[in-house]
């Protein structure tokens, strides 16, 4: 930036003021904290020893930027001291701006190295230096050889060491690594030569190498000196990767190298180094040398590739990526421009960053099948990053393009790849709810022909909805939210999987609360789930006949009536009281009428301790169809429902009907004598006459409609709703629970048809207890089922008692309701 605002801006500008404050500041910290900082300027960057090996981080491209400038200068090494100061800085930036002027000029014998200290000596610059050879400790033997080098091409007319490196031909560069090769073998300490074998072989190479090839690696040499305490083998590698590094670079700015012939052009020089490391002479039992060795390795070999790059100047990276030869970049370089690209927040990067992403993608189209492995392992490679780059919803170029080529890769390793970002794709889909694109890829996949051929891709569509995102599509459908319109889809590819799921969540704690959002994805997946809903009745497996009823009750309470007459007398009692309470449920009321028909077809079939439900629920529907068999019952001449109890419920169905056409049997009831004593007991006979005052409209039916007509009362948050009304007790009374465990209980409100408790025994919905009830003296006895938890107790239904017990609840109820 400082180079920059030196060129465009005048002395004084605000711009070239701060951007050379800014640059001092920045030296000045580092000077400070290293106590001195040394500047090296290498190919594709900056180096500074003190720091690090490897070049100074450059996400932007700066440091590669004002390498090469540097480089333009003739500057390959810069020294700042702790006493250099912001003047001095200003001036070395109007030296480089001189400098490159200069450039352009032929540049005289050893006019390089004194341009410079001169300059800096005569404008009294003492705390920074330029191209000042720095004391390091060098290997004996890599001195040695330097001095060869000399020896043998330092004094080639026409060179100028201190001038910029200029890039060789290509015959030269194969000669100059021939060299490099041939030297390395007498270095090895490995070989056992002696120092005369060693410098005989060294001597040799140079006598056989042209001058010109020695004198590259001299100027490379002077370009890229050894560092501290480096070994001769290390720096030689290092030096045989700068020196075709400066060729490549120099030949794909001309555009004479294309991206896709760089990758052949790494490994056809090392094959150059490979073929040339031999060795033969003595003690030849190793027979290549190691940094022939270390070349002739792919993974070495790659390794460059990246590298390259990775050091590629910014603009040429770019026109590359915004190409047809994107395909060429390796991933680590494709990975670190876009995520370059996605850290700048603009938007216009961003734009870039996917517009490369899905010009990549598009060359999975390509003829050659190793450029599409190579895009399909990137593709895999970068989900992170395009998961990023589209936060919201994927682009549907890039699944349908991928199952494109799916569909008819021929090569198996390509097709697994892509089908592993296919996955990648629906897994990111469904994570971020796009459920339309999730869609979109399992139906492009369902699409493909059933055959051997195409087998794999039936195998992904199967995989896509794998456990855990089955898992997320489930509990997407029945967020408290609106329902996306494509989950339904989704899930109708796997009913009885969907059910499964179902089943198991209605187990959990919070299952109850579910059943809404359960019954509203049912109802819109329709025919195909509810069919299968429906079988599920008739299974034996108790937990899915559990579920079967629950859901359906809410779903498609219709259809739970239909199976209910084929499923009743193969339940036991539990799973008949849940199927009635449910369709009993005030939600199900537009069913109640065909609810209470369906019950008077079934009563027979019915267990005992549900059949007064159901007799119940038929009173309360008004179902005339029903009133000749509930005379039969109350009448006690029914062939199975001769329990007392039962017989009570049938008269007051009968009595909440008002059917004239019983009064005559009731009043038999009523008056029927055996001897001097009644022939029915007086909990039926009381019944009985409740039933006339209300079908007859008697003086006394005000008293008995304030016990039963309560059903206005009931809302949807009861499960059942109350068919009596509930008397609060001011003082609760004590009741026992029986079974196991027992415990104690508070009646804190109580009607003919159920009570409320407080217990510590925590009881659960559809517990079947024995309870007995203490009022003053007397105790009355009742089978009950929990229908409703609450925050202080459980509500429940009594489903039988004796008829001696029933007279003491009614009398206690009465009692209440008159005071």
């Not at 043998?152 to 194969?174: F, H, K, M, S």
Request: a neutral charge; glycine letters at 6%.
């Amino acid at each position: 930036m400082l180079l920059r605002a030196e060129r465009l801006y005048e002395k004084d500008h605000p711009r070239r003021v701060d951007s050379l404050d800014g640059a001092y500041d920045s030296l000045r910290n580092a000077t400070e904290l290293l106590g001195g900082l040394e500047v090296r300027v290498e190919r594709g960057g900056l180096v500074a020893p003190r720091i690090g090996d490897g070049h100074l981080p450059d996400a932007r491209g700066e440091m590669q930027a004002l390498a090469k400038e540097l480089q333009r200068a003739g500057i390959h090494a810069v020294v700042f001291s702790r006493k250099f100061h912001v003047g001095e800085l200003d001036t070395l930036t109007g030296l480089m701006k001189a400098s490159l002027l200069r450039s352009e000029e032929p540049a005289k014998k050893d006019e390089g190295n004194a341009w410079w200290p001169a300059r800096l000596l005569e404008n009294r610059v003492e705390g920074i230096s330029v191209n000042t050879r720095t004391e390091r400790k060098v290997d004996t033997v890599l001195a040695s050889l330097i001095a060869a080098f000399v020896a043998y091409g330092g004094n080639a007319p026409g060179e100028t060491p201190d001038a910029p490196i200029q890039a060789p031909n290509l015959d030269d560069l194969v000669a100059s690594l021939r060299l490099l090769a041939r030297l390395t073998p007498p270095l090895e300490s490995a070989r056992g030569l002696s120092p005369e074998e060693a410098a005989r072989s060294i001597h040799g190479a140079m006598q056989e190498a042209s001058r010109e090839s020695v004198r590259m690696l001299l100027s490379s040499v002077s370009q890229y000196g050894p560092r501290e305490a480096e070994q001769p083998l290390p720096y030689l590698l290092r030096l045989s990767e700068k020196i075709i590094f400066e060729f490549l670079a120099a030949e794909f700015s001309s555009g004479t190298l294309t991206p896709p012939s760089v990758r052949p052009a790494i490994h056809r020089f090392g094959d150059v180094i490979v073929d040339s490391g031999g060795y033969s002479g003595p003690h030849a039992s190793q027979h290549l040398s190691s940094l022939a060795v270390t070349w002739a390795t792919d993974k070495h070999r790659e390794q460059l590739v990246d590298r390259f790059w990775l050091e590629l100047p910014p603009r040429e990276k770019s026109a590359v990526l915004r190409g047809p030869d994107v395909w060429c970049v390796p991933v680590a370089a494709l990975r670190q421009a876009l995520g370059q690209l996605a850290d700048a927040g603009a938007d216009a990067p961003r734009r870039e960053a996917r517009n490369i992403v899905l010009n990549y993608s598009r060359r999975l189209e390509i003829a050659d099948s190793a450029a599409r492995r190579s895009v399909a392992a990137g593709l895999n490679e970068l989900a992170p990053i395009i998961q990023s780059l589209w936060p919201n919803q994927l682009p549907e170029d890039l699944s349908r393009g991928a199952m494109k080529i799916l569909d008819t890769e021929a090569a198996p390793e390509t097709a697994a790849l892509l089908a592993a970002f296919v996955e990648s794709l629906g897994r990111i889909a469904v994570s971020r709810g796009d459920y339309a694109g999730f869609e979109t890829i399992l139906t492009g996949l369902e699409r493909a022909p059933r055959d051997k051929e195409h087998d794999h891709m039936a195998a992904l569509s199967i995989r896509l909805v794998a456990q855990d995102r089955w898992l997320l599509l489930v509990d997407a459908a029945l967020a408290n939210r609106a329902l996306d319109p494509v989950l339904p889809r989704l899930l109708q590819r796997d009913p009885e999987r969907l059910l499964d799921r179902l089943t198991l969540l209605l187990t959990e704690p919070r299952g109850a609360e579910m059943v809404p959002a359960m019954a509203r994805l049912l109802r819109t997946i329709g025919v195909p789930v509810l069919n299968l809903l429906e079988t599920r009745l008739y299974e034996a497996r108790r937990q899915r006949v559990t579920a079967a009823i629950k859901l359906l009750a809410a779903a498609d309470p219709e259809r739970l009536l239909r199976g209910l007459a084929r499923a009743m007398a193969s339940w036991e009692w539990n799973l008949q009281d849940l199927a009635i309470s449910e369709l009993a449920r005030p939600s199900n009321s537009t069913s109640a009428q065909s609810a209470a028909f369906v019950f008077s077809a079934i009563l027979a079939d019915a267990h005992p301790m549900v059949v007064p439900m159901m007799i119940d629920q038929i009173g309360l529907a008004q179902e005339t169809t029903a009133v000749p068999q509930l005379m039969e019952i109350a009448a006690g001449g029914h062939e199975t429902l001769r329990d007392l109890f039962v017989r009570i419920k049938a008269i007051e169905a009968l009595g909440r009907m008002q059917a004239g056409e019983a009064v005559e049997l009731l009043i038999t009831l009523v008056e029927s004598r055996e001897g001097l004593s009644y022939a029915e007991p007086l909990g039926l006979r009381t019944a009985a006459e409740d039933a006339l005052s209300l079908i007859e409209n008697r003086p006394s039916s005000p008293r008995v409609r304030a016990a039963y007509e309560s059903s206005s009362q009931s809302n949807a948050s009861y499960n059942i709703p109350r068919r009596y009304v509930r008397v609060p007790l001011e003082s609760p009374l004590r009741a026992q629970i029986e079974g196991a465990p027992a415990g104690l209980a508070r009646v804190k409100s109580i009607s003919l048809g159920g009570a409320y408790l407080e217990s510590p025994r925590r009881l659960s919905v559809g517990d079947s207890i024995k309870l007995e009830v203490r009022a003053g003296l007397r105790k009355i006895n009742f089978t009950a089922v929990v229908r409703n938890i609450g925050p202080d107790g459980s509500g429940v239904e009594f489903v039988h008692m004796r008829d001696e017990d029933r007279e003491k609840l009614r009398k206690l109820v009465q009692r209440h309701l008159q005071l």
